[in-house]
């Protein structure tokens, strides 16, 4: 274990793809994995990509990258697979876009579930990138599924959230977008070169109004990932966020709040998995029947698993 | 409280809107309520609505009412707000639709936040449905907010899961669709009198092929909300599926599994308020800058925490 750590810290490729799969698994090591992890991590800029699908997300990170490569920086990437939350099959196993510069040494892309979260974003992403960070990368793109939850969890683990809007998107996607427009540090209009391109940038400056003054506004950029134009000003407002988040108390604010819910999230993990072992002991077929016929509810049961635990 | 329970019991419609507020604020005296109503709950035949926006959900929901009415049934009625998850205002709070029956006794409707799921079915859904379940609606229907989480999430709480489609919805959003596809008892393809509809129903129809035998093979009812033709069968075939259930095992397999779901979400609600309480005493300026500095760690910091509280 202090072998695969030494080397992924040296920036061996397959030791950190291992150590993500070690968290990925959630397997016995995952938390002192994670425990010699985290003094090392905090380094790196996390940029949220997000999107709905067909926005051209993939298309747009692999642009990002090679700017980012240009720059001397080492880029990691985790990319949200969406996964059924029934089958636990992947729907879209398609990464093959991303791939150009998946052999090149300072480029580390790996693909991680959304553990039926319906694309949200899991705990296991956010140690994915602490992992990525830890190990040296100097920017680590998370680029979600795009849809529901996952849009809006990428604020908890992302420094900058880049939406990734296209023309020609129904009127119905952007009221769902709502939730999301709030969270966006920078928005990125791709597929530029396509008529109304500048209608959805006019309607996000619209609704960006709407929103009230803030003391970071943020841009909208437009990109054509496909023809790679205004991927290098993308990359620029991201870096000018990056420094506004160092320099401001918003900065400060934001990592607080991240913080206190990755304790909050790692809280809960833990004492769910103790009550649930507790539940599990519990539960037989009599009791089942029980609380199927009323005999019994849930509540007053599971006020009596709490009293057994609980100190 | 006796009193307000007793005036519920009786059908008094202002007693159980004031129980289903109570537990949707989450008082204090929410918990001895759902203690109080559980030992009569478990009547109803809970049906879930669920599709798209715009699939015409509300409307197919107002027919169902007319013919659920005209067996001599009582009907309550929780629809699933769609709530901005970081300004909680209400995007769309259009219930007009819905009112032709709002005043018959009959009939019980009400609208209940999503509560920063994302659209997903929080605990107080579940409680109000369990609530009018108690105060003796024999159908309780669910109607989501048919965005990410809620559409999967309505398999937890109700017997049927009606999935309503419409013809012309892009190739996306059905692909998107591919995990609530294996959730639902009942397709029920809307706006049939426009072109594409049996397409559609087609389509389902491969689909469900895919997915592989079961005992209750999903119908595919066309149905036109606002002809107010199919509907009738529309009723049908849920009557029919509650009657599968109330016979099968796959519907005990069913009614435990969703009792399980039940204690679990109870179990985890309770113990994360007292973990989080623990949390919010522990947490301070100093802490954080600590943990920011990567001077203690979420992972140490969270078992010190579990260990204070656990025996």
Chains 1, 2 share one sequence.
């Not at 206190?260 to 539940?279: C, D, F």
Request: with cysteine.
């Amino acid at each position: 274990m202090n072998n695969l750590l030494e080397r992924a810290a040296a920036g061996d490729i397959r030791a950190i793809g291992r150590l993500i799969s070690l968290v990925e698994a959630e397997s016995s090591s995952s938390k002192d994995i994670m425990k010699t992890i985290y003094p090392k991590s905090g380094r790196a800029h996390v940029i949220g990509i997000t999107g709905s699908p067909g926005a051209g997300k993939s298309t747009f990170v692999n642009r990002l990258i090679a700017q980012f490569l240009a720059e001397g920086k080492r880029v990691g990437v985790i990319a949200i697979d969406p996964s059924s939350p029934f089958t636990g099959g992947a729907i879209l196993g398609d990464r093959l876009r991303m791939q150009d510069h998946a052999l090149e040494e300072e480029v580390f892309i790996r693909s991680m579930g959304s553990r039926g979260n319906l694309g949200g974003v899991s705990r296991s992403t956010h140690e994915g990138a602490l992992i990525l960070d830890a190990c040296g990368y100097d920017v680590v793109i998370v680029e979600t599924v795009g849809v529901g939850q996952s849009e809006v969890d990428i604020v908890k683990i992302a420094d900058t959230v880049c939406l990734i809007l296209t023309p020609g998107m129904g009127d119905d996607v952007q009221i769902m977008k709502a939730g999301i427009m709030e969270i966006a540090d920078i928005f990125v209009v791709n597929k530029a070169d396509r008529e109304g391109a500048d209608k959805v940038a006019a309607d996000v400056q619209v609704m960006l109004k709407m929103l009230g003054e803030r003391e970071w506004v943020p841009p909208v950029v437009l990109v054509s990932s496909q023809k790679n134009t205004g991927v290098d000003q993308a990359k620029e407002v991201i870096n000018k966020h990056s420094a506004y988040l160092a320099e401001s108390a918003e900065g400060r604010r934001r990592r607080w709040s991240q913080l206190e819910m990755e304790v909050e999230a790692i809280l809960r993990g833990e004492i769910s998995s103790i009550v649930e072992k507790e539940w599990k002991e519990r539960r037989n077929d009599g009791l089942m029947e029980d609380l199927s016929a009323r005999k019994c509810d849930p509540y007053t049961l599971s006020g009596e698993i709490i009293q057994k635990i609980i100190k």
